[in-house]
């Protein structure tokens, strides 16, 4: 039998709608609060942020919004993108299971990324914004909106975490080839940047501080809006396109998951994969496990609470429920940079909550083991990000081969590890070490949070 | 009319046969000669270095030769890979011509080389062979061979310049992830590592000294093979596949190639997509233009000549006629190291003796402004090498604007450069130099030419 198992879609079968879980939810989530007044924002208070069609998806109830004709032309350049059995995988942990991943590393920018900026440019462009302003942490998502500005005629400006600035001018370079600007922050052109540095001149940044930045450029020029990478329902609406395809394409194979693993950071290529699949539970369809992965050394969905924060350290965002570590809590500096945030996307916080869904957190160092073990059975090397959700493959296969149940295992490979590759020196150098992050400081970010949590 | 253009083969219309430009030469090539003897080499003299499959190959003269199952099985990852219409681009340039391209960069390797290392890993394989030593320069060619060592579970051992192996840890870590062992060339390793060293304790190396510390290794031992990433006939009939896919998928377009461009070091990408376009001409079919692509500073087909020389420093390879800068020319450092080879295949070097296609060599600087062209039009950052072939695809089209004519240029897209931001980096900080070969080191190289050459 093959060894290479790959299923493709023809671009005719390439989804025409994106999958909105609002539609099947079953009951309502916690509004989103203005910080100020306590009470529900409204389209007209995100206004100064996001083009109206964006506003609209992020309130949008229907189950499927379809994709425009124009976003839909530039996925073709990679989408539908190959999901493959992991059959080299497989056999290296002889295992029952039959392991599955779809492989989002063949987008232009080399992860799953694109799947939104590409539709946040376009409906930028067609409302007239001239300028989107981002935050970015290890890069994938900043070089995922350059990329979509480049081919929109966008200018894009990128605040990127200064630690990452400075440690990672490779992708720096990508964004400035595809014509973006980048900014170290915490930086010298908005309030918030120059308040962290009168506190901390030497400060190193962190995603909370460059959101805070982007989003004070976007609120104050009416040419400008402000995109974000994750966390917010209409990114994680339009990352569906995974598992919409994926579905196709496990059609061909004959198989069904029994269990769905993705690695969470701000949670949208997780919920890409899972959502759709989700969605049949929800509607009374077949109920699988479905497993987020995330950090140890900054476990949001494991070890925070679920509450009303702030999405940025500066707090000029609105207020959303989800699982928070607080938004003061700076997680140590491990190398998966795309998961090192404070909180998680709502829709993600409120599923947990509900119980539809398990988290599960692993330390770096046996994550990186397990990416290094899927790189030389199936020959892609994973980003750090998706190095987690490979563990997490990984581990539901071991427990199969100890039950001897021939599982069904999905997960999404977010990225490839190309810009990556500093995190594999040092783990072969046995210079990656399993950060913890402080117990102390968890508490006192937790504690706190905004008073309206308790409410 | 849609921007993204993709042509899409089916699995099933992947290429069962590879093809070989030799059933198809108009006179025989010029034979490979023992340095010591002056006679043409057997099969008996190539044994120690490569499995018989690959030297039966070397000298094949059958016009096709069947993929064997367990190489086709490992294509498929990333095969067939996409053609592209460069429509943006065409907007861009404002060019009556027809843009395709061909994009290799989607192996997970990133570039074509492991459409020969799959093969080659596969017929060493298949007779035995443990252990696998190569050189690499700029490291994409080690990278393949790494990932097709992994999947078949063969050690390879890389020779790497050792400027590359200082100046890119990243591309080392690549394929130390895939389990290769890399060496800093030259090294203490072999003997023709230690004689540079004794002479110049502080040579950076160069392809010509790797290659003669991995055929001395291959030499010596009976478990290992050696395996060469570009310019013998093996290598360029394994590339044929991207010609050879490129035509159905044309097939697809409705449109036929008026001129076919691609960048040539050692020669085999550009034969990959050349050949098989350039076998139906010999056959009687249709006569288009051919052009090669060079880097100024490193000119084996504009300024090199057509004589007998080694493809090495150390001198331990037969000779092989070809255009050649000398065996002893060592081109400035400039950013493609993939092009950075004395010699060129010796297949290119006939066919451009027959006046069968033509070269043009490019500076660094103009080059790279085409790459960044091409990302913001197209969305996908080119390799350094790939840049010269969208260099001389721009140029064509700009012709044909002059010309008013609505040409057909196909070039390959060989890799994407996300290893090699380096280079970028020193493109916008106007560190990026038009450097120049020492003309009197190319006078002196040519001069020192091995004696047969004149017979």
Redesign the interface.
Known sequence: M???V?Y?L??ADMPKVWYNIMADLPRPMPPVLHPGTGKPVGPADLAPLFPMEIIKQEVATEREIAIPE?VR??Y??WRPSPL?RAR?LERALDTPARIYYKYEG?S?A?SHKPNTAVPQAFYNKQEGVKRITTETGAGQWGSSLA?AG??FGIQVDVYMVKVSYNQK???R??M????ARCVASPSEETQSGRAVLAQNPNSTGSLGIAISEAVEMAAQRDDTKYALGSVLNHVLMHQSIIGLETMKQLEQSGDDPDIIVGCTGGGSNFAGIAFPFLGQQLRGGRTRRIVAVEPAACPSLTRGKYAYDFGDTGHLTPLVKMHTLGSTFVPPGFHAGGLRYHGMAPQVSFLKELGLLEAVAYKQTEVFAAG?MF???E???PAPEANHAVKGAIEEALKAKAEGKAKVILFNLCGHG??D??A??DY?GGKLKDLDYDEAELAMALAGLPSVAAE
């Open positions: 093959s060894d290479t790959k493709v023809s671009e124009p032309d530039i073709r350049q493959y080299r063949v232009p080399g990329f480049a081919l001018p490779y992708r370079a990508l400035e080839t595809y014509g290094v790189a030389r059975a020959g892609i090397l190309h810009f590759m500093q594999y020196i072969f």
